[in-house]
């Protein structure tokens, strides 16, 4: 079943086509990414598996335009991988928020969309972007089933005390707010796989998943399912990431905000745009522009590398506790898979838990590897995550499922 898979930004629309041959086996067509929709000019960068590569730069005005622009590219004669679009059996989205009613991927009727713009206050960010990429395709591609697949719903199951707010409750009640997590794609993905990795009983299994990219996230996973998380409300909450402050004492917003006599839109982009590894450093929100600088001996890019490892050994310790111990511990994402030294910086601090690192085995990049000895009596795991292929697996087995 050939499924589309779709990941649209503001001003951006990321894709892979994927070949799904069963749940487990597939195989990757093309994948690429349009930039700038809206912009003066636009960018299309396409890759099909075994084909030349294609850039083509033009305006593209919206997303219906960069879908269009997609599936031209998917049935080029020399750089595309379909002989026509007919071949496209589903697509799947990515979305962002599925606030608290949404708590497994759906096909996309007029119901789910009701609901999603609903999530729009809670996701002002993202949720309106996923859903153009949603009409755009009702509109090129009418007949085609669509699947929503959000980051939010995997953190559905956790208990009410973890995902409460110490404030007034009536803002629950009035406005939804609570913590909701985010990432859940890959935090599912990444714990199942990683069970099945170790051996584990999924149903009798203590894990704790690190996703660390530009965006990074925390969550503690109980025989399968999610019991707490780092990021809250919005993806703003937990670590310090790229660009995004991570948990702080509220009270620094007010101050900042009466002080420099911002608006609560500038406050938002600050803390969003201005702040996490790059706010600290003030050199980058690149990880590895950081520990470049480190290793030329700039402070503040030192300091932001050790925040982000603090936070993560915080978080891990806080998690092990909550669940009463820990099995496994998984590092993923951007970060997680690729820095051996950021993975033995946090495990040093987890020898409380019986932890016995490998640094052998640790010394790797972009695979799934145990990072721990045979014999220790918590396991770690660099385990990769591939948030397309989930989408691509629910987004079949809805709609094969719909069909039988
Ligand atoms: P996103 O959250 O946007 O999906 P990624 O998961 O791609 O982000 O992670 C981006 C981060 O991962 C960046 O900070 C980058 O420095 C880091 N990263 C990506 N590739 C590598 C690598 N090969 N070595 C070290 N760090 C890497």
Same mark, same amino acid.
Request: overall charge neutral; glycine content about 8%; aromatic content about 6%.
């Given at each position: ?83 026509s679009l007919e071949d496209i059996e589903a697509v ?98 990444? =714990?199942?796989? /990683? !069970?099945?990795?170790? +051996?584990?009983?999924?149903?009798? $299994?203590?894990?704790? %998943?690190?996703?660390? #990219?530009?965006? =990074?996230?925390? /969550? !503690?996973?109980?025989? +399968?399912?999610?019991?707490?998380? $780092?990021?809250?409300? %919005?993806?703003?909450? #937990? ?23 911002l608006t609560a839109d500038q406050v938002e982009n ?27 001996g700039e402070y503040r890019a030192k300091l932001a ?100």
């Open positions: 079943m050939i499924i589309l898979v779709l990941n649209c930004g503001s001003s951006s629309l990321k894709y892979q086509l994927l070949d799904m041959k069963n749940n487990d086996s597939y195989d990757l067509l093309a994948k690429g990414l349009v930039e700038r929709i809206g912009m003066e000019m636009s960018r299309l960068k396409h890759q099909g598996a075994d084909k030349e590569a294609l850039v083509v730069d033009r305006p593209i005005s919206d997303h219906t335009e960069a879908i269009r622009a997609v599936l031209e590219a998917l049935t080029d004669k020399k750089c595309g991988v379909l002989d799947g989205h990515r979305v962002l928020h599925g606030g608290a009613k949404l708590t497994a991927s759906k096909r996309v009727d007029d119901a789910l969309i009701a609901q999603v713009e609903k999530c729009c206050d809670l996701g002002p960010l993202h949720n309106p972007a996923n859903l153009k990429g949603i009409y755009a395709v009702r509109e090129v591609m009418p007949s085609t089933p669509q699947v929503a697949v959000f980051d939010t719903a995997f953190h559905q199951t956790m208990p009410d005390y973890a995902y409460t707010y110490a404030i007034p409750y009536r803002y629950y009640e009035q406005y939804d707010i609570r913590k909701y997590g985010f990432h859940g794609t890959s935090h599912r993905y990444v =714990s199942a796989k /990683a !069970a099945r990795f170790a +051996g584990l009983n999924m149903e009798d $299994s203590r894990i704790i %998943t690190c996703h660390l #990219g530009n965006g =990074s996230s925390i /969550a !503690a996973v109980y025989n +399968g399912k999610c019991v707490d998380t $780092s990021m809250g409300l %919005t993806p703003l909450d #937990g670590l310090i990431m790229g660009t995004r402050c991570g948990a702080i004492d509220p009270s620094v917003v007010t101050y900042i905000q009466k002080k420099e006599g600050m803390l969003n745009k201005e702040s996490g590894l790059l706010g600290v450093s003030g050199i980058s929100s690149d990880f590895r522009d950081l520990g470049q600088a480190a290793e030329k590398l050790k925040k982000l490892i603090h936070g993560i050994i915080h978080y891990v310790g806080a998690y092990v506790a909550e669940m009463n111990g820990v099995d496994m511990i998984v590092f993923t994402g951007g970060i997680g898979e690729n820095n051996a030294r950021l993975r033995r910086r946090v495990c040093d601090n987890l020898t409380y838990l019986g932890l016995q690192f490998d640094n052998e085995a640790n010394d790797c990049r972009g695979k799934d590897v145990m990072i721990t000895l045979p014999e220790s009596k918590v396991k770690a795991a660099v385990i990769c995550t591939n948030e397309e292929l989930v989408i691509a697996q629910d987004t079949m087995r809805i709609v094969l499922n719909e069909e039988l």
